[in-house]
């Protein structure tokens, strides 16, 4: 059933919103002696862009072309919702003239309280652009915004606390901008990064009263720290960008369920940690020992089995943070070939596998999770999809049993002083013929040592989006595709 409500005149709730779209279809072939517009739809007026051509989402097997046949019908060449009506140019006249009279076939011409049309829910302005739950679409460059009038009212609030010469504001104010930021995550994702920092100084402040009941979220007072501030800084500096600008704006096609581009592996053991992909033709393994060099808390193993030593004094990274760290490198190589390999058509939908859905976890939870060893590291994650959604990439998380995840685990298991022949990178690399087009990628040191520095830290007052756009400016080095082989036990370079 398609939703016909606000827009025909339901004015009272419950309301019956049952029009079907064939039904109106039906319902327009009966009059076929009718072929007048109705007058509303005869004054409306069309507003098209022909200075740049349509953009189109690629199809695939969830969104398969459609036949010329059901291109024609009026099923699939319209959508008629609570609010609107969205078709093609060619055949928007025909919808609207449907809508319209479906709405008289099910509530009537007019009633007591006058005609079922309500006017101030129609506009005559037939436009590619219209505004949608908050957010303004455009069915020409097939993108979604937050559009700049809400922007500009957020802009005003933040303006009036950084004028203030003691920065403060109550816990109602910090909570709406919060919300108000992460309203617009969907769209620009830094909204949800940038609001952890102010959620810490509502929380803090909710931890230290002696009660927050209704009085205190409108008398009491949040001095902002210097982190706060830079935070609000860092936002209102972004707010006033012309409408339509990529920081915050984003293809529709990054919104649909699509059939993935590109695929990377990664899986990690106690003795290292391993990733590739055929799709874009990369490999890649850390050993223990490097790890530790880096400043990884690691557990001590039994080098014969790899295994972490079970004495109960063993302490050190447990598996999980491990494989986390393993998707975030792979996140990392995937960001640096997206940049030099520039825009696709429809956006790159990357596809993460990996066998533990603990570490696949922390990329949707974005930060929030209550470990404070483990934050910094979530935040690092969260703030590589932020640059993941600047570059047109949607990022898909997926667990991967591990007894398909072997060629991953051949990585993640460097030779040790015990097995120094076992599992050497060239003979994993012959073992596989998924790993046949792919290059040895040189990993810096630098991202190693950088990752487990904010592990380390275990600070929440850090400027994620700075370590990361450094990150993202640190060299991939690949080896020619005849080199079969690597002369230490991880893949790395330092200058």
């Known amino acids: 059933m398609v939703p016909v ?63 010329l046949q059901e291109q024609t019908e009026m099923y699939n060449a319209s959508f ?20 319209v009279r479906s709405a008289f076939e099910v509530f009537g011409d007019a009633d007591r309280r006058g005609g079922c049309l309500q006017d101030a829910k129609w506009t005559s302005l037939v436009s590619e652009t219209f505004l949608f739950l908050g957010f303004r679409i455009d069915t020409h460059a097939m993108t979604v915004s937050w559009p700049f009038a809400k ?24 909570a709406h901008i919060i919300g108000v930021i992460r309203s617009a995550a969907a769209i620009a994702p830094w909204g949800t990064f940038l609001s952890f920092n102010l959620q810490n100084a509502l929380t803090t402040a909710a931890r230290n009263a002696h009660s927050t009941n209704r009085s205190w979220w409108t008398r009491s007072w949040i001095y902002l720290s210097g982190v706060a501030i830079a935070t609000l800084h860092q936002i209102w500096e972004t707010l006033t960008v012309p409408e339509g600008s990529p920081l915050w704006s984003r293809p529709i096609s990054l919104y649909l369920d699509r059939d993935f581009s590109h695929r990377v592996f990664s899986d990690a053991s106690y003795a290292g940690i391993g990733g590739w992909s055929s799709d874009f033709g990369f490999l890649w393994r850390l050993c223990r020992e490097d790890l530790i060099r880096a400043g990884f808390d690691m557990r001590d193993i039994d080098l014969a089995s790899s295994e972490p030593v079970s004495d109960g004094s063993n302490e050190g990274l447990h598996i999980n943070p491990l494989e986390f760290i393993g998707v975030l490198v ?18 790159y939908i990357l ?44 990022v898909v998380k997926r667990h991967l049993p591990g007894d398909q995840n072997d060629v991953a685990d051949a990585l993640s298991r460097p030779p040790t002083s015990a097995n120094p022949e076992q599992n050497v990178l060239d003979s994993v690399i012959a073992q ?41 400016s640190l060299e991939l080095r690949t080896l020619p595709a005849s080199a079969r082989t690597w002369n230490a036990p991880s893949t790395i370079y330092e200058d």
């Open 5 to 67: 409500g606000q827009v025909f005149g339901s004015r009272s709730a419950p309301s019956y919103y049952c029009v079907l779209v064939d039904v109106s279809q039906a319902l327009a072939a009966c009059r076929q002696d009718e072929p007048i517009l109705h007058p509303l739809v005869a004054s409306c007026t069309y507003e098209v862009d022909t200075s740049s051509p349509l953009v189109q989402v690629p199809p695939d097997s969830r969104y398969p072309p459609l036949t």
């Open 432 to 472: 596989w013929s998924q790993l046949d087009d792919c290059r040895i990628c040189l990993v810096p040191f630098e991202l190693l040592s950088t990752i487990a520095s904010v592990i380390s830290s275990q600070s929440t007052a850090v400027r994620y989006d700075q370590i990361t756009t450094n990150l993202l």
């Open 80 to 99: 008629v919702d609570d609010n609107g009506v969205v078709a093609y140019l060619k055949t928007m006249p025909q919808a609207l003239q449907h809508s």
């Open 151 to 174: 922007r500009k009212a957020l802009d005003g609030e933040i303006q009036d606390i950084l004028s203030q010469k003691r920065k403060y504001v109550t816990p109602k104010e910090m």
């Open 351 to 394: 596809l993460l596998l990996a066998d533990n859905t603990t570490a696949l976890g922390w990329m949707s939870l974005a930060a929030r999770t209550k470990n404070p060893l483990l934050q910094g590291l979530a935040r690092l994650g969260a703030a590589l999809l932020v640059h993941a959604a600047a570059l047109l990439t949607k």
């Open 330 to 347: 792979n996140l990392w190589i995937v960001l640096k070939f997206v940049k030099k390999l520039g825009p696709r058509l429809g956006g």
